[in-house]
């Protein structure tokens, strides 16, 4: 028994089926609509989903912020104490339903808590700046050594003089107007000094 063909027509080579989703995608876009296809709206609760998903690893702080309805933040947290695999999918689920009625300031304000999550803190970045210029100083001056030994004592003397010298003998071009090279005790002499410094801040927050 011969199978019926599909009614449809071609489109640069290519069938399309009478029904289909490209079909109705073509109609659409002859009547000139905006309207999204079944793969748009797809795409955006799949990433609605994933939007959820990751507030579950929000900082309580910056979660508080995005003042969410109830009915949402129940959901996160009875999300963050399910075990079960496939509870926890039902449970996304349904955040991602949930995801889909905020609005798109809403939405747009938990995507930039998330990204400042991630952003490293002031103190942080004051610390790496502070490392860097010590690393620096310390190669390149002869008497940055004892400054930073008089600040810091418990640093091993003999382990970071030699670095020093490595860095140096590292940094020297191999040919005239060659940039200088970075090697590994350039950069061990940065996570030396990051960790001093940082436990420095952390001992004076103890002490305050």
């Not at 490595?166 to 005790?185: F, N, S, T, V, W």
């Not at 420095?200 to 305050?208: K, M, V, W, Y």
């Amino acid at each position: 028994m011969s199978r019926k063909p599909k009614k449809g027509y071609y489109v640069r080579g290519q069938f399309v089926a009478e029904g289909s989703e490209l079909d109705l995608e073509y109609k659409r876009e002859l009547k000139g609509t905006d309207e999204p296809t079944r793969t748009d709206l797809k795409k955006e609760s799949e990433a609605l989903q994933q939007l959820g998903t990751e507030l579950l690893t929000l900082r309580a702080d910056l979660l508080d912020k995005l003042d969410l309805p109830s009915k949402l933040q129940d959901a996160l947290a009875e999300a963050k104490r399910i075990t079960n695999f496939e509870g926890k999918r039902r449970q996304m689920q349904f955040i991602g339903k949930l995801m889909r009625q905020l609005d798109p300031d809403t939405l747009e304000a938990a995507r930039a808590a998330l990204v400042e999550q991630h952003l490293p803190s002031a103190q942080e970045t004051a610390l790496l700046h502070q490392s860097e210029q010590w690393r620096n100083r310390l190669i390149a001056e002869d008497d940055a050594l004892a400054i930073w030994l008089e600040h810091h004592p418990s640093t091993d003397s003999q382990q970071l003089r030699s670095l020093i010298r490595q860095a140096r003998k590292d940094a020297k071009p191999e040919k005239p107007g060659a940039l200088p090279r970075h090697g590994k005790a350039y950069r061990d002499i940065f996570q030396l000094v990051r960790q001093a410094l940082g436990a420095g801040d952390a001992e004076q927050g103890e002490d305050a």
